[in-house]
């Protein structure tokens, strides 16, 4: 670890070298079989990530206007950007069809209409897929599972013949496949295996091939391990990719593709901050660190819990509430939390925190907004540092 005193906390810092060999890793697994891998940006959209990412061959998956334009900014190819959500405004399908992105995975029937409508108004061709609700558990927190029957997310299976009858009475829409995302932070490979299950009859029952797909995105969700990520810091793709080789069974030439966000960039970030107070409750006591939910906002969202280290201190261990200044009793990041000894002043860690933090930041509290930071080859740099490097190595 590189030296970090006299940097103002809270920061975040990236581990790039873990960030490569992760992103080489996926990228490498997913090769075996001809798989593609989409970057879902929500995950982290630090310019440096994403560009380490880009580089790699990787594409954007984005969920808003405002993603999508950033990843072309980023120098994400449009025909490597696919783009989700639930709630695309008029704007923000009109952008995604001048800018001729890969397709729109879309999710109901209502917003097939609106998309081919604004397509036709302004003579844009829409290449779409259809995100299919597939009615699968997650095994995951409840809040981060999206594959259930009354989901926001997602065109349920009852609805699917009539979503590819507008398809192919419609001159402007191009149907290219069926995509597919049943939550996030899954551990177990059992839900993508009867994922793979539900995949190849919808295939059949609804005669995928000969309406024209040719594409089957499956989404991402793969989790990472929280409580010890300093001995697990790759996810196992080789074991996630070959599972799908295992179970699918489509017609030849049918295209697989991935929207991972979590696994490939979760274990390179963590967040640094430095202990205010350490007060003594009536039966507890309280670290209270200048980190707040405001830079990581998972645990008073989902009950996540991250991995805390102390990174100053070799004292005896203690039990301590870990929480943030932020005026709202869910500002906790771990309860009875074992650390050594600790004081005020003392630097604590927060491990996990590369995904769905830093993109997650809040301004309550008129709280500054963190700094990032970069770690490289032992040395810490900023991203002007980076750029003056032309981000070498990358
Ligand atoms: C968030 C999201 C992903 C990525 O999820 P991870 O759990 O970070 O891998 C992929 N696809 C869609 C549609 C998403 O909304």
Redesign the pocket.
Known sequence: MADITGIRTPFYLYDLDLLKKTVSLASSEAGRYGYYI?Y?I??NNDPVISSIIRDRGLGA?C?SGNEVRRSLEYGFSPDTIVY??VGKTDEEIKLALSENIFCF?CESVEELEVIGEIARVYGFKARVAL?VNPAIEAETHRY?T?GLDENK?GISLPHLKKALDICSNSDEIEFVGL?F?I????TSLEPYRRLCERVNSIWIEFDIERSGGRILNL?????IDYTDPENNPIPDFGSFFALFNRHLSLPAGTEVRF??????V?QCGRIVTRVLYTKKGVGKKFVITDAGMTELMRPSLYQASHRIINATSTGNPEKYDVVGPVCESTDVFGKDVILPETARGDIIHILSCG??AGSMTLNFNLRDSAPSFYESGGSILTQTDLQGLNLQNR
């Open positions: 989409h879902a929500k995950a998956d969920v989700a959500g995975n995100r981060i999206t997310f995509h995302h939550g996030s932070q899954i989404g991402g969700g793969f989790g929207e991972l966000g979590r696994s490939l979760g995904a769905y």
